[in-house]
T-cell receptor, first 113, second 112 residues
Framework: AAGVIQSPRHLIKEKRETATLKCYPI?????VYWYQQGPGQDPQFLISFYEKMQSDKGSIPDRFSAQQFSDYHSELNMSSLELGDSALYFCASSLGDSQETQYFGPGTRLLVL | DAKTTQPPSMDCAEGRAANLPCNHS???????VYWYRQIHSQGPQYIIH???NNETNEMASLIITEDRKSSTLILPHATLRDTAVYYC?????????????FGPGTSLSVIP
C-alpha cells in the first residue's frame, strides 16, 4: 500500500539558511500534519491542514510556515535556521471527513550546522 | 484529551507475549484509545485503536477494561524487530483532523 512520502530524507543546512521540506500524503488523504522530534524527545505537533486550509497549530516557530497545495501535498518552509532546529520532521496524513487514523511518513532529518 | 500513564520501560523475551499497560483514568465517553510505536528514528507506526470493545489485528490485540480506565496492548509473539517506544494515546476524535499528542511512552526491549 502507498505510504506517506517525504523529501528530502536528509538535509544539512547552515545557520540562518532556509529549508523546505515536502510531504506527499497517501492517495485520497486530504489532511496533513507536521511534527518535530528533537534528539531524545517525543514528536511534537507543529501544524496541520485540511482541504488546503490550516486546521490546527501547535508550537510552530514564527520562522516556520507551511501550506497545502491543490494536489494535497504540503511544504514546510523554515527560515533563519537555528542550531536548535536540528531534528526529525515527520509528516502524517489522514482522511479528513472520517475517523481515519493518521499515518506517518519516514521523516526528514535536518541538521543545522 | 485525557492523559495517559505508561511504564517508562519494559523487557520481553523473544517469542513471548509482550503486554504493555496504559492507564487513562480520566478518559471520556467519546475518546478512543490509540497505540502507535516508533522504532528508533523511524516514523511513528500506527498499531491499533479501540473505543470500548477489545480489538485485534495482524499486529496486536487491544484489551480495554470495562470501565475504560485502562488498557493493555498485547504483542502475541514478540520479535527483536518489535523493540521500539510504544505510545498509548487517548484522542477525542471529534473530527479526524485532530493532532496526535505523544507522551513519554514505554520503551520495549525484546531480548533474545
Amino acid at each position: 500500500a502507498a505510504g506517506v512520502i517525504q523529501s528530502p530524507r536528509h538535509l544539512i543546512k547552515e545557520k540562518r539558511e532556509t529549508a523546505t521540506l515536502k510531504c506527499y500524503p497517501i492517495p485520497r488523504h486530504d489532511t496533513v500534519y507536521w511534527y518535530q522530534q528533537g534528539p531524545g524527545q517525543d514528536p511534537q505537533f507543529l501544524i496541520s491542514f485540511y482541504e488546503k486550509m490550516q486546521s490546527d497549530k501547535g508550537s510552530i516557530p514564527d520562522r516556520f510556515s507551511a501550506q497545502q497545495f491543490s494536489d494535497y501535498h504540503s511544504e514546510l518552509n523554515m527560515s533563519s535556521l537555528e542550531l536548535g532546529d536540528s531534528a526529525l520532521y515527520f509528516c502524517a496524513s489522514s482522511l479528513g471527513d472520517s475517523q481515519e487514523t493518521q499515518y506517518f511518513g519516514p521523516g526528514t532529518r535536518l541538521l543545522v550546522l | 484529551d485525557a492523559k495517559t500513564t505508561q511504564p517508562p520501560s519494559m523487557d520481553c523475551a523473544e517469542g513471548r507475549a509482550a503486554n504493555l499497560p496504559c492507564n487513562h483514568s480520566t478518559i471520556s465517553g467519546n475518546e478512543y484509545v490509540y497505540w502507535y510505536r516508533q522504532i528508533h528514528s523511524q516514523g511513528p507506526q500506527y498499531i491499533i485503536h479501540g473505543l470500548k470493545n477489545n480489538e485485534t489485528n495482524e499486529m496486536a490485540s487491544l484489551i480495554i477494561t470495562e470501565d475504560r480506565k485502562s488498557s493493555t496492548l498485547i504483542l502475541p509473539h514478540a520479535t527483536l524487530r518489535d523493540t521500539a517506544v510504544y505510545y498509548c494515546i487517548v484522542r477525542a476524535v471529534k473530527t479526524s483532523y485532530d493532532k496526535v499528542i505523544f507522551g513519554p511512552g514505554t520503551s520495549l526491549s525484546v531480548i533474545p
